[in-house]
């Protein structure tokens, strides 16, 4: 998931790079790039003093493919005219290569690749890569993509994980480039345990080649957000850390130029507080805190950051750091100019920008490639499910108790409930989910994949975990300070309503199965009135079972007592296909059969709605 975009006005927007002459392809592995040949196609006559180079960027690309929105069934439309996939990014990188020259370009992604939409999904599990049946299992689309655009290297992401560690490992043998994370080490033996850098040459005729040394940082929230996947398999130390292993090193094998690419962001936030001793966006800090680093390609957090600057506290040196949003929104470009001094290459220049891909045409061999994908992906999300009594939208469910909702906490609390032991089937059962999508909609009639996936849009599992009322009112609370304060008699403007403290929708929990109140006219830790369970206050010792999924349940956002709560039930299986299949056996899906208004914002004990 996303977390805190920082505050864009910290960011000094740098000036466009030029067109003039360079680009450089690399080649896969830790190969070399192809030799560079002058102006007119002709070796240089004597040694050239001077060199330029580029290095592309994405990130957090989530399985976007082509400008298609599997959840409206329809190309891509945002208000601000974004298009999203890599098929318009492969347009803009052989653009960079065909203006440059091929062997002055590098392509690097910063993680998040295999998961994020219905084409992921299904590549994942419907028909996954991994075979079924001791039948060889097909090739990711990403996979496909990546290897025509000749990625030279991808930093991996902490949704890489999300599917297990054996679906990862097949993507990373159907790439032709390496996957990169230095931070994540095998839990036995605290050994890399995928590749930490590869090395690029960059040839330069007639002088020595360039070095670029190309090293991947994850984040350390994997431990937390995908423990039942990683947990005792791997662990994953700070990025600080572990760039200050890997930097000196990189030097030392004779580096020209390194180069970071980090799923992490640059603002130093945590969502998850001091669940971990590891900060989660700490690109920056890497920056600062680590001598001998270039530059750094940064994910993670969904924003754009053109060009920014951080100053090593140790050597005073800037180092350029870029995030090109994510989806394939934009294509980071980082060009680099060097000079050669006694034999040895030194970077005198360093600049970045951000290229929007929205005016360029799909390319052709992609198209071409992973149409046949991309339809029978299609076809399947459009399958119909069962049917809807009535439209349920979620166009307002970030501040009203609306039936879609419900529609998620029914399904949670029936799945929990079932696979109770009898001890604690006799606790009082209750759920937690967030509004995902404010525009979700599940319409009147036919109900199909792609109408739940579009509600439900992560790929969770579902847990029961145990809390004492006092701790469930702490859990409100926390969650209630995702509105920012209106004082009684004061207008609500929902515009304005939400996201204090940068707490996204994803972040914000409600409840089913309680009933409280939300006073928005209090200050934070004090807004959660009259919490009641079957008509009686909820009492602090009280024990519920709480219906939540994975990623609150392991710490995701922050959420006080809920990482280190007893365990009532567990499963593997997907949420949103518990939510399938409930359609699929109800037949239908009628709101008169769960939906409860149980809880409703307040203004000094008004009702607000």
């Known amino acids: 998931m996303p977390v805190n975009p920082m505050n864009r006005r910290e960011f000094v927007q740098k000036s466009a790079v030029t067109g003039a002459a360079v680009a450089v392809a690399g080649a896969v592995g830790s190969g070399t790039a192809e030799a560079a040949t002058g102006h007119a196609g002709h070796a240089p006559e004597k040694t050239p003093r001077t060199w330029s180079f580029s290095i592309l960027g994405t990130t957090d690309l989530h399985s976007h493919v082509f400008d298609w929105d599997y959840y409206t069934d329809a190309a891509y439309t945002d208000g601000k005219g974004n298009s999203v996939g890599v098929a318009r990014i492969a347009t803009l990188v052989e653009q960079q290569r065909a203006a440059k020259g091929e062997g002055r370009v590098l392509l690097v992604d910063a993680g998040d690749i295999i998961q994020g939409t219905s084409l992921a999904y299904y590549f994942a599990r419907v028909d996954p890569i991994t075979g079924t049946d001791g039948r060889q299992g097909p090739k990711h689309p990403m996979a496909v993509a990546m290897n025509h655009m000749r990625y030279d290297a991808a930093a991996l992401g902490n949704h890489e994980f999300n599917y297990g560690i054996e679906v990862l490992r097949k993507f990373e043998q159907q790439c032709r480039f390496p996957l990169l994370g230095a931070n994540a080490l095998d839990a036995r033996t605290l050994r890399p345990a995928f590749a930490p850098y590869t090395v690029k040459k960059i040839r330069v005729p007639g002088a020595p080649d360039i070095k670029v040394g190309i090293l991947g940082l994850t984040n350390p929230g994997i431990a937390l957000w ?39 962001g640059l603002d130093g936030s945590t969502s998850y507080g001091d669940a971990l001793p590891y900060v989660e966006n700490a690109s920056n ?70 290229l929007d891909p929205r005016t360029v045409d799909e390319d052709p061999e992609i198209t071409r490639l992973l149409k046949a994908d991309h339809d029978l992906v299609v076809k399947y999300v ?37 696979g109770l032991s009898a001890a604690d089937a006799a606790l009082p059962l209750i759920s937690v989910a967030a509004p995902f999508s404010r525009t979700a909609d599940i319409p009147a009639g036919d109900v199909t994949i792609r109408d739940i996936a579009g509600l439900y849009i992560y790929d969770n599992t579902l847990y029961g975990k145990k809390l004492t009322g006092a701790q469930l009112k702490d859990y409100l609370e926390f969650a209630a300070k995702y509105y920012h304060q209106v004082p009684a008699g004061t207008a609500v403007d929902t515009a304005t309503l939400t996201n204090a403290n940068s707490f996204w929708d994803y972040m914000y929990d409600t409840a089913a199965g309680v ?58 299986d997907e949420i949103r296909q518990l939510m399938i299949d409930y359609v699929t056996t109800e037949g239908s899906l009628d709101p008169a059969a769960f939906a409860a208004a149980n809880w409703k914002l307040t203004q000094a004990g008004t009702a607000v709605f």
């Open 226 to 264: 995908d423990k039942d996947n990683v947990g005792g398999r791997m662990v994953f130390p700070g990025l600080v850390e572990q760039a200050k292993k890997y930097v000196p090193r990189l030097r030392a094998l004779g580096c020209d130029v390194v180069f970071l690419t980090d799923h992490s």
């Open 515 to 572: 009933s409280y109140d939300i006073d928005i006219a209090q200050a934070e830790g004090a807004r959660i009135r009259n919490l009641t369970y079957d008509g009686a206050a909820v009492a602090d010792d009280q024990v519920f079972v709480v219906a939540v999924n994975n990623y609150r349940a392991n710490g995701g956002s922050g959420y006080p007592h809920m990482a280190a709560a007893d365990i009532a039930y567990s499963s593997t």
């Open 382 to 418: 459009n399958t119909a499910v069962g049917t809807c009594t009535q439209d349920l939208s979620a166009a307002e469910s970030c501040w009203k108790d609306v039936p879609i909702m419900d529609f998620i906490h029914e399904v949670q609390l029936k799945a929990v409930a079932a």
């Open 285 to 354: 800090l890497v920056a600062e805190q680590v001598p001998g680093i270039d530059a750094i390609l940064v994910g993670h957090t969904h924003v754009e950051v053109s060009s920014y600057t951080v100053e090593n506290a140790e050597t005073g040196e800037e180092v350029l750091l870029s995030e090109p949003y994510c989806w394939g929104y934009r294509l980071t470009v980082f060009d680099f100019e060097l000079e050669l001094h006694h034999g040895r290459w030194k970077v005198t220049g360093k600049k970045a920008q951000t």
